[in-house]
């Protein structure tokens, strides 16, 4: 079964290009990105690691780890990573996981549906993860999942867009509106009234009796 919003993640170990890595000591008190591709050496995971390592001070401003998985081995990992480089002009300076026997992709359900089908006539393609995203938080938990299909790129900067949405709302009564990057107005959850509301977040902007608007309190 997949993996739903608020689903612990699924630990694991396994060998990384940073070394054997036991997923959840690793994530420690921090935020995740943990993203699958299909092959080292393939086009379209190139320009998607190259936009990866271009937002790595991007990353830790928001004190987030990012981790790679594919079915390919650390060696590989390691001669793919002077691509990455050459074509991102930055380095790949996060772990890659070693995921040879599949047991990440099955515990995060990232192979398709093609893969469950008879052996028979089956090709490589067909045991190639698919382009999975998932936003984990420091407790462990699933904040978000986004799922391509192997032909189309991910757009990392909706990626981090994301994720600065899920740490906006964390714990917090509060929503962002569709399109909604830093800065802009957040939405105010209906558990607070009107006064609780403006008490807490400062003059409401009410387009509706239910869509109550208050300045970004993180850009405010």
Same mark, same amino acid.
């Given at each position: 079964m997949s993996l739903r919003i608020n689903d612990i993640a699924p630990d694991f170990t396994a060998n990384s290009t940073e070394g054997? $890595?036991?997923f959840h @000591?690793?994530?420690g008190g921090s935020? #995740? $990105?943990l993203f699958s591709h299909p092959r080292d050496f393939t086009p379209v995971c190139t320009t998607e690691f190259g936009a990866v390592a271009q937002l790595a #001070?991007?990353?830790d401003k928001r004190n987030t780890k990012v981790i790679g998985v594919s079915v390919d081995s650390v060696e590989d990992h390691g001669k793919w990573k002077a691509d990455i480089e050459k074509f991102g002009g930055a380095p790949a300076n996060f772990p890659m996981i070693d995921d040879t026997d599949l047991t990440v992709a099955k515990a995060y359900d990232m192979l398709p549906a093609d893969y469950y089908l008879p052996t028979e006539g089956r090709t490589p393609a067909h045991s190639a993860t698919v382009r999975t995203v998932f936003i984990i938080g420091p407790d462990k938990k699933v904040r978000l999942t986004m799922t391509y299909p192997m032909s189309v790129g991910r757009n990392f900067a909706e990626i981090l867009r994301a994720l600065d949405a899920v740490q906006e709302t964390d714990g917090v009564p509060l929503a962002t509106p569709a399109n909604w990057v830093p800065g802009q107005d957040v939405i105010v959850a209906l558990a607070l @009234? @009107? #006064?609780? #509301?403006e008490a807490k977040y400062g003059p409401l902007d009410k387009k509706l009796p239910y869509l109550r608007f208050a300045k970004d309190p993180k850009h405010s």
């Amino acid at each position: 079964m997949s993996l739903r919003i608020n689903d612990i993640a699924p630990d694991f170990t396994a060998n990384s290009t940073e070394g054997r $890595i036991s997923f959840h @000591d690793w994530l420690g008190g921090s935020y #995740a $990105i943990l993203f699958s591709h299909p092959r080292d050496f393939t086009p379209v995971c190139t320009t998607e690691f190259g936009a990866v390592a271009q937002l790595a #001070a991007e990353f830790d401003k928001r004190n987030t780890k990012v981790i790679g998985v594919s079915v390919d081995s650390v060696e590989d990992h390691g001669k793919w990573k002077a691509d990455i480089e050459k074509f991102g002009g930055a380095p790949a300076n996060f772990p890659m996981i070693d995921d040879t026997d599949l047991t990440v992709a099955k515990a995060y359900d990232m192979l398709p549906a093609d893969y469950y089908l008879p052996t028979e006539g089956r090709t490589p393609a067909h045991s190639a993860t698919v382009r999975t995203v998932f936003i984990i938080g420091p407790d462990k938990k699933v904040r978000l999942t986004m799922t391509y299909p192997m032909s189309v790129g991910r757009n990392f900067a909706e990626i981090l867009r994301a994720l600065d949405a899920v740490q906006e709302t964390d714990g917090v009564p509060l929503a962002t509106p569709a399109n909604w990057v830093p800065g802009q107005d957040v939405i105010v959850a209906l558990a607070l @009234d @009107d #006064a609780a #509301a403006e008490a807490k977040y400062g003059p409401l902007d009410k387009k509706l009796p239910y869509l109550r608007f208050a300045k970004d309190p993180k850009h405010s």
